[in-house]
């Protein structure tokens, strides 16, 4: 049972910034949020992690809310290489848990 | 370091055989995870080391798969008498004990049962 939820499929265009939400609604005080970039036929790439408020770096942004229910994966200005998987988790208990992930189709 | 490496990259086998794949990851890296991946989902947890003693198994894992991290550097995981369901991408992770919420993932190993 997953427990995190983020839409199944998104579209845009090149050049837009994509925002991608992921539910968590069982996290722990403890656990970190983390996301994952996945291409066909190769195995998930780290991309961003947070605990709250926002973080970002040379990829993506991450924001997190006080209440860490949920958190949003910022792409600044995609290009047609972003076409991928993107999964977010948090860590519960030592079973690292990923869900369907996010297919995020990036349009010329 | 040129990051966590599989072999094989791909395995065709018969219903019924022995399979047997390796993992070698970061070299630093303390913590190693095993996820196998169907087409279509997320990679489902089966195990983790922590250096050479394996701390937690999935209900996914079954007794015909073992997974063994002898020296705390590479591991494997056999599959005895592989099913057509056991047709999925295995995956290998490593990360360092601390920080352990970022993992380095391999290629995978592709394996089909015929």
């Known amino acids: 049972l997953a427990k995190t939820t983020q839409p199944i499929s998104m579209d845009s265009y090149e050049g837009q910034e994509v925002n991608i939400t992921c539910s968590h609604n069982n996290i722990a005080t403890n656990d970190y949020i983390t996301w994952y970039q996945q291409f066909p036929s190769q195995g998930p790439r780290f991309i961003i992690q947070?605990?709250?408020t926002k973080v970002t770096n040379e990829v993506a942004s991450l924001f997190i809310p006080a209440d860490r229910k949920s958190s949003t994966l910022s792409l600044p200005r995609v290009s047609l290489s972003d076409t991928a998987v993107y999964y977010c988790r948090d860590n519960y208990g030592q079973n690292f848990v990923f869900g369907p992930g996010t297919r995020l189709s990036v349009l010329p | 370091d040129t990051g966590v490496s599989q072999d094989p990259r791909h395995k065709i086998t018969k219903r019924g055989q022995n399979v047997t794949f390796r993992c070698d990851p970061i070299s630093e890296h303390n913590r190693l995870y095993w996820y196998r991946q169907t087409l279509g989902q997320g990679p489902e947890f089966l195990t983790y080391?922590?250096?050479?003693?394996?701390?937690?198994k999935s209900r996914l894992l079954s007794d015909r798969f073992s997974a063994e991290r002898p020296k705390g550097s590479f591991s494997t995981l056999e599959i005895q008498r592989t099913e057509q369901g056991d047709s999925a991408m295995y995956l290998c992770?490593?990360?360092?004990?601390?920080?352990?919420?970022?993992?380095?993932f391999g290629p995978g190993t592709r394996l089909t049962v015929t």
């Open positions: 080391f922590q250096n050479e003693a394996q701390l937690e």
């Open positions: 947070g605990y709250k």
């Open positions: 992770a490593s990360s360092p004990v601390v920080g352990a919420y970022e993992q380095y």
